[in-house]
Each structure stands twice: as C-alpha cells, then as structure tokens.
C-alpha cells in the first residue's frame, strides 16, 4: 500500500505561481512512476505532468513551458511548480502514482490517488 498526502495549492491571481507537493509513504517501490492530474469543474480529468522512473519528464499540451514536475527521493515527495498560471488552470488537481505504461495519462493506470487540491486562478 501508498499513501499520498497532497498539500499546496489555493488562490492566485493570474500570472502567479504556485506549488504543489505529494508526499508519499509505504511501499513506493511499487510505484516508479507518478503523475499530476487536474479535474477542472464541468470537464473531464485531464493529465498534467508525468514523471517517468528513469527521471523523464513528459506534459500536456496546455501546460507545457508552464508547470514542472520533480521529486524529491530522500522525502519520497512530488511536486508540481506551476508558472504563469491562467484562470483556465483552475481545477482540483491530484497526484498519482503506480506502475509505468506507454499511455502517461490514462488514469486507470495508477493504484495510487492524492485526496485533491484545489487550485483557483483569478483573472
């Protein structure tokens, strides 16, 4: 089993930043890879940053050159450093983790579900 407590988040006026942490407990071993998801209101889930185990790095289209993914192994903890953020950017954002598959962002992949974070960007 993992655990994943997500932190970070809240309002922000656009263009700010803001940064998201995942901290990640128990057996992480089975989980080398992790994902940010965002779930914004009146729209499906959408896949935000991927981190793959051999460190690469992969985003969706809308979020590119914008937000960067990283994790911190000795704190078993990922995070998501959001620039640039636009009103579009606003939705309840979750990290995720589990095994590696081709398709990044296909939610069924992962075991492992955050609680969810909210995330407003104000214009």
């Known amino acids: 089993q993992v655990q994943l407590v997500q932190s970070g988040g809240g309002s922000v006026q656009s263009g700010g930043s803001l940064r998201l942490s995942c901290a990640a407990s128990?057996?992480?071993?089975?989980?080398?890879?992790w994902a940010w998801f965002r779930h914004p209101p009146g729209k499906a889930r959408s896949g935000v940053a991927h981190?793959?185990?051999?460190?690469?790095?992969t985003y969706g289209d809308s979020v590119e050159g914008r937000f960067t993914v990283s994790q911190d192994s000795a704190k078993n903890t990922l995070y998501l450093q959001m620039n640039s953020l636009r009103p579009e950017d606003t939705a309840m954002y979750y990290c995720?983790?589990?095994?590696?598959?081709?398709?990044?962002?296909?939610?069924?992949?992962?075991?492992?579900w955050g609680q969810g974070t909210q995330v407003t960007v104000s214009s």
């Open positions: 995720a983790a589990g095994p590696c598959y081709a398709l990044k962002f296909l939610p069924s992949n992962y075991n492992y």
């Open positions: 128990g057996a992480t071993y089975s989980t080398p890879c």
């Open positions: 981190l793959d185990s051999d460190g690469s790095t």
